[in-house]
């Protein structure tokens, strides 16, 4: 598996490299690697065993990190959780939006998310799950593709071409499901799609049996900065009926949370 050590190619002298390797500790940790000992931290980062027992240990002692006394091996806090929820509560996007998508979900029972630009990703930043005994689930801090999600084609319309052209040209493409769209000249289209109906869709392509319907949400520069999105189960919706009775809802809370009133304190991440 290739070492994750962040973007270290800023030659500036004011980067800290050292604070680089110890975020990458941290961000080396995940669903594949639920705990590690030493020399697999130093694999996973890149970094040589001396350093990493040293960041280890730093991590520890801060509270970020525990290590088993008996296997040695080293895991996650929750005070990393914290550290990743300061963000919930400081952004201004997500504390004007909340109440428009809590709106929307009272609305139409399902799943309702925001999720922001990463990269070639978008990261579900805010999610309510729907009322009914079987819904779609959207973690918090959870990172999909651009090119095969409803929300990242809908960020992507609200780019100009070029820019939107190139993020999909650079992205990874891969399958997740059967019916996840590969070729690039048709993401193009549905991108293009989604500028003229002002909402995106995907339907089962990093999921089965999902149907999603996102809109971009605006900054005060008028570039993109995020996509409010509704995940629903084939089980209780068709295609068409989604589009129907959800898609003019997402609309309307994509531009409440994009309205010159709302977007005073948000801007565009690019």
Not at 20 to 48: C, D, W, Y
Not at 128 to 153: E, N, W
Not at 173 to 190: C, H, Q, V
Not at 228 to 236: A, D, I, K, L, N
Request: proline content about 7%; charged content about 20%.
């Amino acid at each position: 598996m290739k070492p994750f050590m962040g973007d270290s190619r800023d030659a500036s002298p004011l980067f800290n490299n050292s604070l680089l390797k110890g975020l990458s500790v941290l961000a080396a940790f995940g669903h594949e690697r639920r705990t590690m000992n030493l020399p697999e931290i130093a694999q996973a980062t890149g970094i040589g065993k001396s350093a990493a027992q040293r960041l280890a240990y730093t991590l520890e002692r801060l509270g970020y990190l525990r290590k088993d006394p008996t296997s040695r091996r080293y895991a996650l806090t929750t005070k990393v959780l914290e550290l990743g929820m300061r963000y919930v509560h400081a952004s201004p996007l997500i504390e004007t939006a909340t109440p428009y998508l809590l709106d929307l979900n009272t609305k139409i029972g399902e799943t309702v998310n925001l999720s922001e630009p990463s990269g070639l990703d978008m990261v579900f930043v805010v999610s309510f799950p729907g009322h009914k005994q079987i819904s779609v689930q959207l973690p918090i801090g959870d990172r999909y593709p651009m090119y095969c999600t409803a929300a990242g084609r809908a960020y992507l319309s609200g780019l100009t071409r070029i820019k939107s052209d190139a993020l999909v040209e650079s992205s990874d493409l891969r399958r997740y499901t059967p019916a996840t769209i590969l070729d690039p000249t048709r993401i193009k289209e549905l991108i293009d799609r989604a500028r003229s109906a002002g909402y995106a869709f995907a339907e089962g392509e990093v999921f089965r049996g999902d149907i999603n319907l996102a809109a971009p949400v605006f900054g005060r520069d008028g570039a993109p900065v995020a996509a409010v999105g509704v995940s629903v189960p084939v089980t209780r919706w068709s295609f068409e009926r989604a589009v129907s009775e959800i898609a003019p809802e997402v609309l309307d809370a994509a531009r409440a949370i994009s309205s010159p009133t709302s977007r005073q304190h948000y801007s565009s991440p690019l």
